[in-house]
């Protein structure tokens, strides 16, 4: 399972294209994306280390 990613603490990260802002709850990064590549590495999301803090966690069926 892929790890979900949320904005760092306090900021707002907006999505190109008319998309609705990177959730606060997280979501799964697309790497072959290079704008998310990007806030990954520029730190602007992180990874959510424990679901429970924010994410939600999918159940294998």
């Known amino acids: 399972m892929s790890d979900l990613y949320r904005p760092k603490k306090g ?3 907006p999505m190109p294209h ?3 802002d990177w959730p606060d709850e997280g979501r799964r ?3 072959a994306n ?3 590549a990007r806030l990954v590495r520029d730190g ?3 990874r959510i ?3 429970a803090e924010g994410g939600k966690q999918r159940k294998n069926p």
Do not use: A, T
């Open 29 to 31: 990064v697309n790497f």
């Open 44 to 46: 602007d999301i992180v």
């Open 49 to 51: 280390e424990n679901p």
């Open 11 to 13: 900021l707002h990260v």
């Open 18 to 20: 008319g998309q609705p």
């Open 34 to 36: 290079p704008y998310e």
